[in-house]
């Protein structure tokens, strides 16, 4: 099974959801590391309901808006994300970042252009930041008296990993502004 299908079950595996709230979980809670397009979506389930990972939970229908179908973990798909999770993963880091390529390019404009740009980037970060902390904040409080069976663990260690990401971008903007205004490198 390719990753998407493992992404959906791991949103299944917490709560049944209709394809449009996966797609809005995908972006909320998996969108720091993982995007997938609509289209990506709407296949991959009808493929996991066809294969006895999902199936269809019932379908909501609300007089202002069209059909919704909701989907839920069999435990056929459970045991299949059970086994995936303990697979060996390929641990190599794959980060797609159009500002990274700039960045590759630097030395075709003028250092001012460039601090500006690393400035925009890095305002950025620093909101992405104040948000995840926000969150673990939430997160620590749900978090009370809970196992580490419980599907918020999960969350708080990808959220945990998204933190250390941004604190080392704000790390690295913060470097190369130094080295562009003509300041020695090194550690903050």
Known sequence: MNSIRYALLSLLARE????????????????????????????E?????????????GVEQL???????????????????????????????????????????????????????LERIQQQ???????????SAELEQALSGKTSSDPLYGTAAVLDFGIRHERQYLEWCREWIRRLNGESAGPE
């Open 16 to 43: 049944p959801l209709s394809g449009y709230d996966i797609k809005q979980h995908m972006n909320g809670r998996l969108g720091p590391f993982w995007k997938v397009g609509s289209n990506q979506v709407y296949p």
């Open 45 to 57: 389930l009808s493929k996991l309901e066809g294969e006895g990972l999902i199936r269809l939970q």
């Open 63 to 117: 007089s202002y808006r069209p059909a919704r179908k909701v989907y839920e973990l069999t435990d056929p798909g459970r045991e299949a994300l059970a086994e995936w999770v303990l697979e060996p993963a390929e641990t190599e880091f794959s980060l797609r970042d159009d500002f990274i390529l700039k960045a590759y390019n630097l030395w075709l404009v003028e250092p001012e252009q460039m601090i500006r740009q």
């Open 125 to 135: 970060h620093e909101a992405k930041l104040a948000a995840y902390l926000d969150k």
